[in-house]
């Protein structure tokens, strides 16, 4: 099975921090995926990546970042956090046509 | 602009009643579809999948879907409701295979017994 690991399943942190949220999968998928959940909103992509050192903005990209200098490993970054971005933050990996896994999220608290 | 749309934001079904999901999308053409359900505090779990041909699609845990050109419709649906049901639904899609999901807001179900 695919596993897609987030290093947090919780997080506390303040505002103005820099803030990495780590995701490795297992299964040497070349697409990977940052999703915020939020109540009421669904799943918004934030950023992905098709290949290493490879990324792209997906739709609410502002005040993030992100890193894939190994294929599987994708990170996001918060530059500098607010509190508008306490959220659930989901991982996914794909490869060619199959769909993606998610990972069990980073909850993510900006105090 | 491509979306996928779930009218009901949340549903109670009585234990061992039939469920059905709705999920519309609004593409230009055919999107691949998918149902995700997510547990509390969980990550998506994929339900099933639609590709192209049969346009039944079965899923894991009984649940099964209909693809409907005509409609743009991807509806969810299942005989007999389990409380271990009780869970968020999502519906996503996208044009390209492999590429970023578009999702719907979700349907929360609830079971009552």
């Known amino acids: 099975d695919v596993k897609v690991t987030q290093s947090s399943r919780y997080l506390v942190k303040r505002t103005g921090e820099k803030v990495f949220l780590e995701c490795v999968q297992d299964?040497?998928?070349?697409?990977m995926f940052w999703y915020r959940q939020d109540p009421g909103l669904g799943l918004r992509l934030i950023y992905f990546?098709?290949?290493?050192?490879?990324?792209e903005k997906g739709d609410i990209p502002e005040g993030y970042s992100v890193s894939r200098e190994k294929k599987e490993r994708f990170s996001l970054i918060l530059e500098s956090a607010s509190t508008n971005q306490t959220s659930m933050y989901l991982c996914?990996?794909?490869?060619?046509?199959?769909?993606?896994?998610f990972g069990d999220g980073t909850r993510l608290s900006i105090l | 602009a491509q979306s996928v749309t779930q009218p009901d934001i949340h549903i109670t079904v009585s234990e061992g009643a039939s469920l059905e999901l709705r999920c519309n999308y609004s593409?230009?053409?055919?999107?691949?579809l998918f149902w995700y359900v997510q547990s509390p505090g969980q990550g998506l779990q994929l339900l099933l999948k639609?590709?192209?041909?049969?346009?039944l699609v079965q899923g894991i845990k009984g649940f099964e879907a209909e693809f409907k050109r005509s409609q743009s419709s991807f509806n969810l649906r299942k005989p007999s409701v389990h409380w271990s049901d009780a869970a968020e639904y999502f519906c996503?899609?996208?044009?390209?295979?492999?590429?970023?999901?578009?999702f719907g807001k979700g349907t929360t179900l609830s079971v009552s017994s």
């Open positions: 996914a990996s794909s490869s060619g046509e199959a769909p993606q896994h």
């Open positions: 299964m040497d998928h070349e697409n």
């Open positions: 990546s098709y290949d290493v050192k490879m990324k």
């Open positions: 593409y230009g053409a055919t999107p691949y």
């Open positions: 639609y590709f192209s041909g049969d346009t």
């Open positions: 996503a899609a996208t044009y390209q295979a492999g590429t970023a999901l578009i």
